[in-house]
């Protein structure tokens, strides 16, 4: 049974850092394009950025330049290092798995940015 793990959250004061972790089971996952997306309270979960099985990247453009997305596919998993976190990066953040139709998801980990 596919699973995806997320780690990492917690409460951060503004300009600091965090790195977020998936970890999958269950799955192939070096066959996954995976990504990290977020959601707001009362907000639409967004995209914030995906890696393909080859490893190219793309991100949204309020993260560029401060979130990088990564993937060991020796351990399975999947990072967003977080820079520069800004208040407006306060959401919860969900680990998505995909390949041909299929699709899984972590049950998120909490961000919240304030000093």
């Known amino acids: 049974q596919a699973q995806l793990v997320e780690s990492g959250g917690g409460l951060v004061q503004p300009g600091g850092s965090l790195r977020l972790s998936c970890a999958a089971s269950?799955?192939?996952?070096?066959?996954?394009?995976m990504a990290w997306y977020r959601q707001a309270p009362g907000r639409q979960r967004e995209l914030v950025a995906t890696?393909?099985?080859?490893?190219?990247?793309n991100y949204a453009d309020s993260v560029k330049g401060r979130f990088t997305i990564s993937r060991d596919n020796a351990k399975n998993t999947v990072y967003l290092q977080m820079n520069e976190l800004k208040p407006e990066d306060t959401a919860v953040y969900y680990c998505?798995?995909?390949?041909?139709?299929?699709?899984?998801w972590g049950q998120g980990t909490q961000v919240t940015v304030s000093s």
């Open positions: 890696i393909s099985n080859s490893r190219s990247t």
């Open positions: 269950g799955i192939v996952s070096t066959l996954y394009a």
């Open positions: 998505n798995a995909a390949w041909i139709g299929l699709q899984y």
